[in-house]
Structure formats: C-alpha cells, structure tokens
C-alpha cells in the first residue's frame, strides 16, 4: 500500500498522467512535453502514439497481446525527465517512445539503460544522444528522426549559398538542442565560407528581447538564425517586427508547429525553417494521415515520427518473438521497418541511416516546402 501511494503521490506531484495498466497486456509508454511551453509539441506525441497504439492493437496487437499506453510528462526539463523516465519503469513497460526535448531524453537515456528498456525519440536530434550511448556499450536507444549534424548541414550550407557577404547572427536558447542544432549549423556555415557576424545565447522562458534585437539593429544583421523553440522563437520575430527589424528569421523543426504562428501573428511570414520532406505526403502515411485530419487534428511535426516509433517497436517486436532490450535492439538492426514516414533502418548507434531535410516557409499561417 505504501508503494501504491508513493506512486500516485509521485505522479501528481510531477503531472504524470495515472493510467490503467492490464496485467494480460504490453505496457509502452510515451514521454514528452505535455505541459509547459512546448506542450503543442508534446501533443503531437501524446496524438501519434495513441493513434499507433490504437491501430496496432486493431489488427491484433503485438505478440499476441494488445498494448496499453502510459502517457508521462517531462514539461521539456531534465529533473522531471528522469522523474518521469523512473515512474513509467516502475509500471514495467519495456518501450518507451520519447522524449521530445534532447536535454530530456539524454538523462532519460541512462534510466532505461539500467531498467533494460527500449527508447526510441521521434524527435530529440542532438547527436550526443546516441553518440554517448554508443560509447558506453549501451544498444537501447534508437531515434526515428535524424540527428543535428544532418539538419545543421543542410542549414549552414544554404546560409552560406544564399546569404554570401550578409551578416549573419547565430542565437541559441543554451538547452541540448537549440545550442546543438546552432552549433552544427554554423559549423557548416563556417566550412562552407561565411563568417557570422554575432553569436547570442537566450534563456529559455525569457520573454523580452528587446536588447538583443537592438544588439543585432547596431550590427546591420540581415540574417538571424535561431537554435530553439516555437516559443521564444516566436516572439523574437514579432518583437523584431515590432522594432522595425526586417532581418530574415530562419530556425529548425521546433518551429514545425501551428503554435509558431498563433505566436508571431502575420509577423511571422516568410520565416524559413528545416524539417525532413513532409510525412504527411507519405504514401504510406494517407490513411493514417487522413483519420487524423478526420477528428479535426493536423498530424503536423513529430506527429507521424511517434507513430513510427511504436510500429518499429511493434515491427521488431514480432521478428524477435520477445519483448526484451537485447532481442528488440537486435531486431531493430537487422531490419527495415515500413513505418508511416517510410521505410526505417538504423545504423550501430540506433540512428536512421540517410535523414533527408528541407526547407519550408511560413506564409498566411501555413508552412510548406520551399
């Protein structure tokens, strides 16, 4: 009884959603942001992994067993993370699609190591994720995405193709991810021949960037790049516009999400973001895409990555006959997964082989590819 209500205790001190969990069935669990500021992103975690699960036990479950989802809640902070990572591990679940923030699912990472479950992310792209766990022997940890060093490529290169001789500012949020992504694409930047002109950091939460903008007024800066969220993100631009700064906004897949423009207003138009090309436009992801659209939610952003996280559990599940990290990690590495974002391989490390990324612009509320 003690154990019962230390547990209830827990997860209402942390938010953690309390669910029923059937002894006969499979205990998954998805983790991510689903209060806080990046909630609108933990929502398209929380909407792909129901769907999958739904789906999947539809046609019969997995091993012969239906899956029950236990929804946990990080709010994109690394204390709560590992919370919330050693509150689905007591309720024995042996997958765990999460998390959405790279400073969560690091932490995290070591959790389901020692509780010999398997992680997939579908949406944290620091490379130190799945490099760190390479290196300790650790085969759990898997992405469905791709990783910084692929995105920031892409990035850097079209900064500098397209914006040679312009002053660029380089501005991250100091977390895993914003720092990572900018980092990587101003490396790219740099090795492809242009210099940025200024190098900021924010705080994330902060929400006045009134000196920051009149920094980057004073040095002319024609080009912001920003390694962060839809939050901050969001209302660097409108604060700019309001300023009368013209420069051009350009970020990474945080800012693939309606959020962006409920916070930038018209503000936000022509702002230039990196993704993968459009899951939605899947051939594979139709029917899927379309009993979302069905219950009035746009599957956008990370959205169909979840949902591919559980069919590669479910996919590698099956092949194995086990449940267990060694055999589903195995699995995983001999196979290629047909998932709703297409065919899935991954590499030693548990990353995607060959990520792909474009990019898109925000015009009259909507994003699409360049």
Not at 111 to 140: C, F, H, I, R
């Amino acid at each position: 009884m003690k154990r019962s209500i230390r547990s209830i205790t827990l997860a209402a001190a942390f938010g953690f959603a309390v669910n029923v969990v059937h002894a006969q069935n499979i205990p998954i669990a998805v983790v991510g942001p689903i209060t806080g500021s990046n909630a609108a992103l933990g929502e398209q975690m929380k909407r792909g992994a129901e769907m999958a699960v739904a789906d999947i036990n539809a046609k019969g479950g997995v091993l012969g067993k239906k899956l029950d989802l236990i929804i946990a809640d990080d709010a994109c902070d690394p204390k709560q993370a590992v919370a919330a990572a050693n509150d689905v591990v007591g309720k024995k679940v042996v997958f765990v699609a999460g998390h959405y923030c790279s400073s969560s699912s690091i932490p995290a990472s070591a959790v389901y190591n020692e509780a010999g479950v398997l992680q997939m992310t579908p949406a944290s792209t620091n490379p130190a994720l799945t490099d760190d766990a390479a290196k300790k022997g650790w085969n759990n940890v898997f992405r469905s995405c791709g990783r910084d060093d692929a995105q920031g490529a892409v990035a850097g290169k079209y900064l500098a193709d397209h914006y040679k001789g312009k002053r660029v500012a380089i501005v991250h949020d100091k977390t895993a991810y914003g720092k990572g992504i900018a980092d990587e694409t101003m490396k790219a930047m740099n090795k492809a021949g242009l210099k940025e002109t200024m190098y900021e950091a924010i705080t994330q939460g902060d929400k006045d960037f009134t000196a920051l903008i009149s920094k980057m007024k004073q040095e002319n800066i024609d080009v912001i790049y920003f390694g962060g969220y839809q939050t901050e993100g969001g209302l660097i631009v409108r604060q700019a516009r309001d300023q009368g700064f013209k420069a051009q906004f350009i970020g990474a897949d945080a800012l693939v999400t309606e959020e962006f423009w409920k916070i930038t207003g018209p503000a936000g138009e022509g702002t230039l973001m990196t993704f993968p090309p459009d899951p939605r436009h899947v051939p594979a992801a139709k029917a899927v895409v379309d009993k979302f659209m069905a219950q009035g939610y746009n599957p956008e952003g990370y959205t169909l990555y979840t949902y591919a996280a559980i069919q590669a559990f479910a996919a590698a599940a099956e092949k194995a006959k086990s449940a267990k990290v060694d055999d589903l990690s195995k699995a995983l590495h001999s196979m290629t997964v047909d998932t709703v974002v297409g065919p899935l391989t991954w590499d030693k490390k548990g990353d995607v082989t060959d990520p792909k990324y474009v990019f898109y612009v925000w015009k009259n509320g909507t994003y699409a590819e360049i």
